[in-house]
C-alpha cells in the first residue's frame, strides 16, 4: 500500500516540484463569514514511469504532447496542454511503492477536437487501447489507451461548450 503521507518516497522529483501550485495572480480572498479560500490553479498531473525514456518518446513522438520542460537526469518531463502540465516522472523500480503508482489508471481526460481521427491516428501508430471511443450516458465520447508502462489515459470527444 502506498504510504499516502510520503508519495515522494518512490520517485525521483521532489512534491512540491509537481504538484498543484498557486498561479502568480492568485491570492486570499473570503467568501461568506469571512472564511478564507484559496485560490487554486491546476498545475500538473503527474504520471509516474519505469520506462521513462520510452515513455517521453511515446508521449512526444507517437501522442503529440508538446513538451515544455525535460530533464533527463533527474527523470523528470512536463508536456503543455493548454492550462495544465502532464508531468511524466521517472520512479526507481527497486522502491515497493512505486509498484503501485505505475501501471494503472492515471484517471485524466485528454480532451481532442474529434476523438475518432484521434483514436484511428494513435491506432495506426500501434497505441494499445483498452476501449475504442463509446458515447457516455451523459453525452461525451471516451476511449482509454495505454502507455509504455500500462498507464491507462483518456482521451473526451464530443464535448458540449
Same mark, same amino acid.
Given at each position: 500500500?502506498?504510504?499516502?503521507? /510520503?508519495? /515522494?518516497?518512490?520517485?525521483?522529483?521532489?512534491? =512540491?516540484?509537481?504538484?498543484?501550485?498557486?498561479?502568480? /495572480?492568485?491570492?486570499?480572498?473570503?467568501?461568506?463569514?469571512? /472564511?478564507? +479560500?484559496?485560490?487554486?490553479?491546476?498545475?500538473?498531473?503527474?504520471?509516474?514511469?519505469?520506462?521513462?525514456?520510452?515513455?517521453?518518446?511515446?508521449?512526444?513522438?507517437?501522442?503529440?504532447?508538446?513538451?515544455?520542460?525535460?530533464?533527463?537526469?533527474?527523470?523528470?518531463?512536463?508536456? &503543455?496542454?493548454?492550462?495544465?502540465?502532464?508531468?511524466?516522472?521517472?520512479?526507481?523500480?527497486?522502491?515497493?511503492?512505486? =509498484?503501485?503508482?505505475?501501471?494503472?489508471?492515471?484517471?485524466?481526460? +485528454?480532451?481532442?477536437? &474529434?476523438?475518432?481521427?484521434?483514436?484511428?491516428?494513435?491506432?495506426?501508430?500501434?497505441?494499445?487501447?483498452?476501449?475504442?471511443?463509446?458515447?457516455?450516458?451523459?453525452?461525451? +465520447?471516451? =476511449?482509454?489507451?495505454?502507455?509504455?508502462?500500462?498507464? +491507462?489515459?483518456?482521451?473526451?470527444?464530443?464535448? =458540449?461548450?
Amino acid at each position: 500500500m502506498v504510504d499516502e503521507t /510520503n508519495l /515522494n518516497s518512490a520517485c525521483v522529483v521532489p512534491a =512540491a516540484a509537481a504538484v498543484v501550485k498557486l498561479g502568480k /495572480n492568485s491570492d486570499l480572498s473570503t467568501a461568506g463569514e469571512g /472564511n478564507p +479560500i484559496m485560490a487554486y490553479k491546476l498545475y500538473a498531473v503527474r504520471i509516474f514511469s519505469f520506462k521513462w525514456q520510452e515513455s517521453l518518446e511515446f508521449y512526444q513522438n507517437v501522442v503529440g504532447f508538446p513538451v515544455s520542460y525535460k530533464d533527463n537526469d533527474m527523470g523528470w518531463a512536463q508536456f &503543455d496542454l493548454g492550462g495544465a502540465f502532464i508531468g511524466l516522472e521517472r520512479c526507481d523500480q527497486s522502491d515497493p511503492e512505486a =509498484a503501485e503508482l505505475v501501471g494503472r489508471f492515471v484517471g485524466t481526460s +485528454i480532451e481532442v477536437p &474529434d476523438i475518432q481521427s484521434a483514436y484511428e491516428s494513435l491506432k495506426s501508430k500501434g497505441t494499445p487501447f483498452v476501449s475504442p471511443p463509446e458515447q457516455q450516458p451523459w453525452g461525451s +465520447i471516451l =476511449a482509454h489507451f495505454k502507455d509504455p508502462d500500462d498507464n +491507462i489515459l483518456t482521451l473526451l470527444g464530443g464535448v =458540449a461548450d
